[in-house]
């Protein structure tokens, strides 16, 4: 199927996915009501709705006012934040960052003209893009911008917070590794429950380049890629074992994590980034190696 019909059917899943939030009331960039569009659900009359889309048989069928919502062009801001931290440069054939560079391009490529599109850096959110045809290219030149920076994953979630308006769909795409039970953000959880109210949150979680299997054996001297500290370690059969379960457990968790905070969260496969993007949306497959 070409890009750009998977590009049109993850827009239409963000606007119709059971995560957007309802949004009620007149006037949003991410959800705005109008005359002759496609018709999404009829839900209760709340005030400030065009008395227009007031479905009177429903209402007379419920005994209460019902309402028509229909989605316009104009529906849609879609933003990423993409992990450039030291532990994104590692992989078996590529790296993490550029598999993440891939999913930006496949994400920003579903924005149409009339929508607004922004990627979140730890110096606020790159320009609005007005055209699909250039939002891939800007999304890649701010990626590059941002890649030398320090990436802290829960002031650019802050950045993203107080720039986006309500109803945004935002997709980070990380490793996880400041997401652990260690971290020392108090009201981590809190503030993931908070986006998740506030916007459709997508998170693809970059699997482990080893998630099947370490390759090493015996005496090795390896860097952390997260630290840059070199370590000693023995890696016999019972360590290798202990790996591919942590790793596992580690990636589950943290997906369970954000779906209780009413995100959208899948793995990210080393040299399947889009095909990765578009799984999580059900609007392709995805075959894991």
Known sequence: MPATDRGRRLRNALLTGKRRPRLFGSGSPSGLRGDGYEFAELRAYVAGDDPRRIDWAATARSGALQ??????????????????????????????????????????????????????????????????????????????????????????????????????????????????????????????ADLGRRYDMTCLVARDPWYEGLPLRGFVRFKDAQSGRLLDAYIGARQRRAYVEAVARREARLIERLEQARWRAAPLLEGAGPASLYAAFGVGHLVQS
Do not use: K
């Open 67 to 192: 309402t028509r919502v229909v989605l316009e062009d104009v529906a849609l801001t879609m933003a990423a934040i993409v992990d450039t931290s030291a532990s994104m440069r590692v992989g078996r054939s590529t790296s993490l960052l550029d598999c993440a560079l891939d999913v930006l391009r496949a994400w920003f490529e579903a924005v149409e003209s009339e929508d607004r599109a922004m990627q979140i850096t730890a110096r606020g959110a790159v320009p609005d893009i007005r055209l699909r045809g250039r939002a891939a290219a800007t999304a890649a030149f701010a990626f590059h911008a941002s890649a030398s920076e320090q990436f802290d994953l829960w002031n650019h979630l802050r950045i993203a917070r107080a720039i986006l308006p309500a109803g945004s769909a935002l997709l980070l795409i990380t490793d996880g590794y400041d997401f652990t039970e260690e971290e020392t953000v108090p009201d981590g959880d809190a503030m993931l």
